[in-house]
């Protein structure tokens, strides 16, 4: 079965970075683009980045363009999250999600908490 | 970017009550929408694609509709495991997310 589990996440200060991971499994990982969403505490799901899947080709939001990155490593069937420059506004639970059309698995989501 | 205005952000229902949430895209949209259902503490659930396809295992009291800007969402008949919050998202462009709409049992 399709499976996404997302680490990396912690506490980290203003400006500092963090690399978020995602492993897949249960499904062809290179067929896929995949997916970052967030969600701050108690509020709602903003859409960051999505990297198609052979290609490469990447798009992000404009409230993370120039500080993230996403990247994927097919052979080890992964997806990844660089986070540079991070503010207090970026503390959020990250999803990594299969798919843009839709994005039909999610993974259970890891912490990123941004404070001194 | 194209905003999704969805609507109400919260609404009490009884059980076996018919409950239907609207979004609205600020742009044509086509058919590009999906509808996620939220548990609290959980990540979402993709519940329908497209607009009007139901998601792989997903009940059919759970129902889509809608192309362009204006988009429909209804639960037949509401059951207490339906409590959640549901998202809209268009993915015609770079996607983005309704506000949510709060579901809770009268």
């Known amino acids: 079965q399709v499976q996404l589990v997302e680490s990396g996440g912690g506490l980290v200060k203003p400006g500092g970075s963090l690399r978020l991971s995602c492993a897949a499994s249960?499904?062809?990982?290179?067929?896929?683009?995949m997916s970052w969403i967030r969600q701050a505490p108690g509020k709602g799901l903003e859409w960051l980045s999505y990297i198609s899947g052979r290609s490469g080709y990447t798009n992000s939001a404009d409230s993370v363009k120039g500080r993230f990155t996403i990247s994927r490593d097919n052979a080890k069937n992964s997806v990844y999250l660089q986070m540079d420059s991070l503010r207090a506004e970026d503390t959020a639970v990250y999803y990594c999600?299969?798919?843009?059309?839709?994005?039909?698995?999610w993974g259970q989501g890891t912490l990123v908490t941004v404070s001194s | 970017d194209i905003q999704m205005t969805q609507s109400p952000s919260s609404l009490s229902a009884s059980v076996g009550e018919r409950v239907t949430i609207t979004c609205q895209a600020s742009?044509?949209?086509?058919?590009?929408l999906s509808w996620y259902q939220q548990k609290p503490g959980k990540a979402p659930k993709l519940l329908i694609y497209?607009?009007?396809n139901l998601g792989a295992g997903v009940p059919s009291r759970f129902s889509g509709s809608g192309s362009g800007t204006d988009f429909t969402f209804t639960i037949s008949s509401l059951l207490p495991e339906d409590i959640a919050t549901y998202y809209c998202?268009?993915?015609?462009?770079?996607?983005?997310f309704g506000g949510g709409t709060k579901v809770e049992i009268k």
């Open positions: 742009q044509d949209i086509s058919n590009f």
């Open positions: 998202q268009q993915c015609d462009s770079l996607p983005t």
């Open positions: 497209d607009a009007s």
């Open positions: 249960g499904f062809t990982f290179s067929d896929y683009y």
């Open positions: 999600a299969r798919g843009l059309r839709p994005s039909d698995y």
